[in-house]
């Protein structure tokens, strides 16, 4: 059984960063291209990246590119998230997927 968990979200100030975790099992991490994507209050589900199976091509939206990056760790099958220069649009659920499942997703909230 596919199973994701978010982590790593909370509540920051604009320009601060996070790094958000995503714990994976039930198939084939290190072959498997993963994406990462959000949902702000009262929008639809936004893509936000992709990374291929060994780390190496990655897709970021032009939203996040040059403040985001996606890296794994498939030693410890776990994708990441790292945000820096967050703004107050960037609150929402965060979600890793693999092809239509996620998890429960992680809230961050970026407020002053």
């Known amino acids: 059984e596919v199973q994701l968990e978010e982590s790593g979200g909370g509540v920051v100030q604009p320009g601060d960063s996070l790094r958000l975790s995503c714990a994976a099992s039930g198939f084939s991490f290190s072959t498997a291209f993963m994406d990462w994507v959000r949902q702000a209050p009262g929008k639809g589900l936004e893509w936000l990246s992709r990374i291929n199976g060994d780390g190496t091509v990655m897709y970021l939206a032009s939203s996040v590119k040059g403040r985001f990056t996606v890296f794994r760790d498939n030693a410890v099958n776990t994708l990441y998230l790292q945000m820096n220069s967050l703004k107050t649009d960037d609150t929402a659920i965060y979600y890793c997927?693999?092809?239509?499942?996620r998890g429960q997703g992680t809230q961050v909230t970026v407020s002053s």
């Open positions: 997927r693999f092809n239509d499942r």
